[in-house]
C-alpha cells in the first residue's frame, strides 16, 4: 500500500500558464512550414537556387524549433502540479525559447557559408520555377505569422510577460517570411536584370538579421533560466521601506520563476520586527508578481 506523504502543501507550486490555446496555433504552423521545407528543398536543389535553398532548410530548422515548442508547452502542462518541480514548470516555456534561439542562430551561420560558396562558385539558377515556389513559400509565410501574430502582440507591451516558446514561434515565422521575401527580390533581379550573385547576397543580408533576432531572443530568455534578479533600484526601495519599519535586510534574492512569477528568500533583523504578512505586503508593493516568499526574520 501506498503511504500518503505527510507533507502538508500551503499551495500549488503551479506557476505556469495555461497554453493549450498558442499549443494549437504552433502546431498548424508547424504543419504548414513542414509541406512549404519540403517543397523548397527539393525546387531550390533542382533549380540551383542558394536563396530558394537556404530558406528551404531556413524553414527545416524552423520545423524542428516548432517541435521544441510544442513539447516544452506539453511537458508544462504536464507536469504543472508535480511536486518534484520545487517551483512548477514555469520555465520551461522559456527553455523551449533558448532552444529556439540557437536554432535559429545556427541556421543564420548555415545560410552565411552556403552563400559565401555560392558567391565564390555561381551557379545556373531556373528562375521561374524558383520563383513559383519562393511565392508559395511567402504567402504560407505570411498565414502563419497572422496565426501567431495576436497571442505576440498581446504581450508585446511588456517584455518580462512574454511567453519566450511563442515569442521564439513568432521569431521563427518572421524570419522565414524575411528569407522569402529576399528570395524573391534576388531571384527577380537574376532573371530581369542578369545579376545572379544577388541570390547568395540575399542570404547572407537575411542571415544577418535572423541572428539579431536570435541574439535578442537568446538574452531575454537565459536572463529567466539563470535566475537573474530584479533591478537594484527596486531592490533600494524595498530596503528603504524595511529602513522605515526599523527592519534592515540582510540578504535578499528574487527571481523569476514563470513569465509572470516571482519567487523571493530574504533575511532580515529588527530589535521589534513585525509579523509575516505586514513584511509581504512591504515586498508586494515592489514586487507586484511575487507568488512564492520565505523570509528569516532575526531579532536583533
Sequence with gaps: ?????????????????????????????????????????????????????????????????????????????????????????????????????????????????????????????????????????????????????????????????????????YFHVLADTLTSILAIVALFIGKYIGLIWMDPLMGIVGAIVILRWSYGLVKESSDMLLDRSVDIATLEKVSDLMNEKNTVIKDIHVWKISMAHQAAILSISSKEPLDYVEYRKILMKFLPKLCHLSIEINKS
Design 1 to 169: 500500500m501506498k503511504n500518503e506523504s505527510s507533507i502538508q502543501w500551503e499551495h500549488s507550486n503551479n506557476f505556469g500558464i495555461d497554453n493549450k490555446h498558442h499549443e494549437n496555433k504552433v502546431k498548424i504552423v508547424f504543419c504548414l512550414t513542414t509541406v512549404i521545407m519540403v517543397l523548397e528543398i527539393a525546387a531550390g536543389t533542382w533549380s540551383g537556387s542558394m536563396a530558394l535553398l537556404a530558406d528551404g532548410w531556413h524553414m527545416g530548422t524552423h520545423s524542428a524549433a516548432f517541435l521544441i515548442a510544442i513539447f516544452a508547452y506539453s511537458y508544462a502542462k504536464r507536469h504543472a502540479n508535480n511536486k518534484d518541480f520545487s517551483f512548477g514548470t514555469g520555465k520551461v516555456n522559456s527553455l523551449g525559447g533558448f532552444a529556439s534561439a540557437i536554432a535559429l542562430a545556427i541556421v543564420a551561420l548555415m545560410m552565411v557559408i552556403e552563400s559565401v560558396q555560392r558567391l565564390l562558385e555561381p551557379q545556373p539558377i531556373h528562375f521561374n520555377e524558383a520563383i513559383v515556389v519562393a511565392i508559395i513559400g511567402l504567402i504560407v509565410n505570411i498565414a502563419s505569422v497572422f496565426i501567431l501574430h495576436d497571442e505576440h502582440h498581446h504581450h508585446h507591451g511588456d517584455s518580462h510577460h512574454h511567453d519566450h516558446n511563442m515569442k521564439a514561434a
